[in-house]
C-alpha cells in the first residue's frame, strides 16, 4: 500500500451477520466494492465467538482472508456492555481482558491500530473527576499492554452525551496529556463531532498533532452515522485541515439494506477529495 490517506468501511456496517460472515464480508469490501482497508469490529454476534475459544476459529478465517488481499487492517476494541471507565473492579477486569485480547489480534493481523472507546459515567451520582481518573488508569495500562505489541491506542471522541467521556476537545486534549503515553493518539470520529457545539473542522485542526485514524460518517448534528452527502458535514473542509495525514480514513455510515451503492458513492467521494487535496 503508498503512503497516501486509505480509503476504508467499517465491517459493522454488514449487520446482517446472518447473510454475510465476517471474512465474506472482508473479501467482499476489498474486491467487491474496491476499499483500501477494513476496520474489523472485536465483539459478537459481529466477530463469532469473540474473546472465547470460538473466536480462534474466526481468526483463522480472517487471516487467510487478509493474506489473499493487498489491504490496510484496523481494529475496534468492544464497547457494548462494557464500560473503560467503569467504578465496578469485576467489569475493570473483564474490560481489560478483552482489550487485551483485541490488542494480540491486532498483532496477529498484522494491524497498528486498535480504537478504543473511552467510555462513560454509567451513574449522575458518580463524580465525574473519578470516573475520568479511572478511565485514565485503565487507558494507561492498555497502553503499556499495546507497547509490548507495537500497537497505537487510539481515542475515539465521542457523541455529545452527558454521560459520556472524551467528547469536548479540551477533555480529549487532557486524556492524551495526562495518560502520557506515545503510543496512545485519537481516533476522530467526524460525525461524533457534528454533534457538539464545534464544528468537526475545528476538532481537526485543534486536534492535529494527535489524530491517527479517522471515522467518516455524515448527520445534520444528531448521533446519526449517515452516508456521506445525507447530512450538513463538509469532509473536504475536515480532511483539508488534517493535511500531511496519511492514516485510514474509514467510513462508518449505517445502511440498513442495499449497503453497496452507498459504499461506493461514499469511497467515491472520498477518492474526490483526495484527489483535489493531493494537487499542488
Known sequence: MDERMQIGVSTAIFWDYKKLDLPSAIFHSVEGLGFEAVEIHCEDPLFEGWSTEKAEATKKEIKDTLSTLDVGVSLHAPYHDLNIATLNARVEEEVIRQHKDCIETARFFGSEIVNVHPGFRSSRKFKREV???????????????????????????????????????????????????????????????????????????????????????????????????????????????????????????????DEDPFLELDRTKLEEIREELAKP
Not at 465521542?158 to 467521556?165: G, N, P, Q, T, Y
Not at 463531532?193 to 475545528?202: G, H, K, S
Not at 444528531?222 to 452516508?227: I, R
Open 131 to 257: 470516573v475520568f481518573q479511572k478511565m485514565l488508569q485503565n487507558f494507561a495500562e492498555i497502553c503499556e499492554i499495546a507497547e509490548d505489541y507495537g500497537i497505537i491506542i487510539c481515542v475515539e471522541n465521542l457523541a455529545s452525551k452527558r454521560k459520556a467521556m472524551g467528547v469536548k476537545i479540551s477533555e480529549l486534549k487532557s486524556i492524551i496529556k495526562r495518560v502520557n503515553d506515545e503510543n496512545l493518539k485519537l481516533t476522530l470520529d467526524v460525525a461524533h463531532a457534528n454533534t457538539t457545539d464545534e464544528e468537526p473542522r475545528v476538532y481537526a485542526r485543534e486536534l492535529k498533532d494527535y489524530i491517527q485514524h479517522m471515522h467518516l460518517s455524515d448527520n445534520t448534528g444528531n448521533d446519526d452515522h449517515l452516508s456521506l452527502g445525507q447530512g450538513n458535514i463538509d469532509f473536504k473542509e475536515v480532511l483539508k485541515k488534517l493535511q500531511p495525514y496519511d492514516g485510514f480514513l474509514i467510513v462508518e455510515g449505517w445502511i440498513p439494506e
